[in-house]
């Protein structure tokens, strides 16, 4: 069984930055791409990031591009959101997510997911 389990969200002021983990369990953490999304209140749903299975390749949402980054590492079935630079509008719960199989970065559709962590809150204030 796959468990995600996000943390580091909190609140931060316009400009900071924050580091979120997410911690992966129940299978091979190496051979597979993972992402993150956010929700925020009364929105639906939306890509940020993503990594492929090795860290060489990578994909961000228009919105973050620039400002956050989305190492990993293997080693630790851990993949991070180094979030820079913060501002208002980028406060929502962010969800760790990975796929069944193995998917492109680009593939940035809620549905190309198949697990999904419990999410943190991030909220930046102004």
């Known amino acids: 069984q796959v468990q995600l389990v996000e943390s580091g969200g909190g609140l931060v002021q316009a400009g900071g930055s924050l580091r979120l983990s997410c911690a992966a369990s129940g299978r091979t953490f190496s051979r597979y791409a993972m992402g993150w999304f956010r929700q925020a209140p009364g929105k639906e749903r939306e890509f940020v990031a993503a990594?492929?299975?090795?860290?060489?390749?990578?994909y961000y949402a228009d919105s973050v591009k620039g400002r956050f980054t989305i190492p990993r590492a293997n080693a630790k079935l851990t993949v991070y959101l180094q979030m820079n630079s913060l501002k208002p509008e980028d406060t929502a719960v962010y969800y760790c997510a990975g796929p069944l199989a193995n998917i492109p970065v680009k593939k940035t559709m809620v549905t190309g997911y198949d697990y999904w962590g419990q999410g943190t809150q991030v909220t930046v204030s102004a």
């Open positions: 990594i492929n299975y090795s860290g060489g390749s990578t």
